[in-house]
């Protein structure tokens, strides 16, 4: 019986292939159907794309949310359709821009931003993805979605002058597109811009540096050390109080049901589980990591004050 994989892993998505594509080949690496992907990263892009496992697929919404940092190259004086360097060149301008005017063009994109998403995206609009009407030759308006920049830092100017290119790194939230972010500097800038290059380098807790490719992932499986490069679903969780279960309630926990707060063991000697801290730590909504007494996590569990009942919110224990 092959193995099960349950978690999230950071794969490095190499050029050429679509995200989807990476899906497909982990399904044939690991012979395992339930696998998802938590962000699309277009063909051309590289870098980190985590991808959920198993039980681990349950927090593909939660990881889609996360913030996100990338590394791009965007040459200026080119506008393109898809607002890369894949798509076909619409225009093409004089480039007369100073390092000085570069930094305070990309520096008025910090914080919120309206931003129009490109036809080339997979958003959908009555039920079709725009992109199936941009390949039919269709453009059609599209609504500004608030999107936020963290922060824009210049890592490269210095071909800006004799090929009109630069480097940035972007941090933001979901949702942003780099290349439309690109176009739009560009049209500050007033002589057009298109994306050269994109690395994803950060999604949430997961970095290029721990990022493995799809070969790797093979070699990683036949050695048998894979699951050490498996992060379980609880690590996207670790910044959330934990509670350890009464194992006179372990039915009550494997039934996915709510349980009580007298359920719950008092397991800190220096008390830190006094009354006063437990009310604090108590209130309406307040989310947990919970486990039994022998450490198996059991998933997300919300407490709910009316009920006095801690209810589950996200459930990852699978029966042997």
């Known amino acids: 019986m092959p193995n099960t994989y349950n978690g999230l892993i950071n794969i490095y998505k190499e050029p050429g292939f679509t995200s989807n594509d990476v899906v497909a ?32 697929t349950k927090l593909v919404e939660m990881l889609t949310d996360h913030d ?16 890369d360097m894949s798509g076909q060149i619409l225009e093409e301008q004089p480039v007369n821009v100073s390092r000085k005017e570069l930094h305070e063009a990309v520096k008025a994109f910090v914080g919120d931003y309206e931003q129009i998403p490109p036809m080339y995206s ?11 009407l941009a390949r039919e030759g269709i453009e059609v308006e599209r609504k500004p979605r608030k999107v936020n920049i963290g922060a824009i830092t210049i890592l490269d100017d210095s071909h800006l002058e004799s090929d009109h290119f630069f480097t940035m790194e972007v941090k933001c939230s979901k949702g942003t597109y780099i290349r439309t972010l690109c176009h739009d500097i560009g049209l500050r800038l007033g ?44 690590y996207i969780f670790r910044d959330l109080d934990c509670l350890h279960v009464k194992d006179s ?25 006094d009354t006063e801290y437990e009310d ?3 209130t309406d909504g307040n989310m947990f990591r919970v486990y039994s007494e022998d ?5 997300i569990y919300k407490y709910s004050a009316r009920k006095k009942t801690f209810d589950v919110d996200k459930f990852f224990f699978e029966k042997e």
């Open 249 to 273: 309630a372990r039915k009550i926990l494997e039934n996915g049901n709510s349980f009580r707060r007298d359920n719950v063991l008092s397991e800190d000697p220096e008390g830190v589980n």
């Open 191 to 234: 002589c057009g811009a298109a994306m050269q290059h994109l690395t994803r380098t950060r999604v949430g807790a997961f970095s290029l540096e721990s990022a493995i490719t799809l070969s790797q992932v093979e070699e990683l499986r036949d050695n048998g050390s894979l699951p050490e490069h498996i992060k379980s679903p609880e």
């Open 25 to 56: 080949k982990l399904r044939g690496i690991l012979h395992q159907k339930k696998i998802g992907h938590t962000g699309t990263l277009d063909p051309d892009a590289v870098g980190v794309l985590v991808v959920c496992l198993g039980t681990g």
């Open 122 to 132: 997979a958003i959908k609009q009555n039920g079709k993805k725009l992109y199936e």
């Open 295 to 299: 450490d198996t996590f059991f998933g």
């Open 68 to 83: 996100k940092e990338y590394i791009a190259v965007c040459r200026l004086g080119v506008t393109t359709d898809t607002q």
């Open 280 to 282: 604090e730590m108590f």
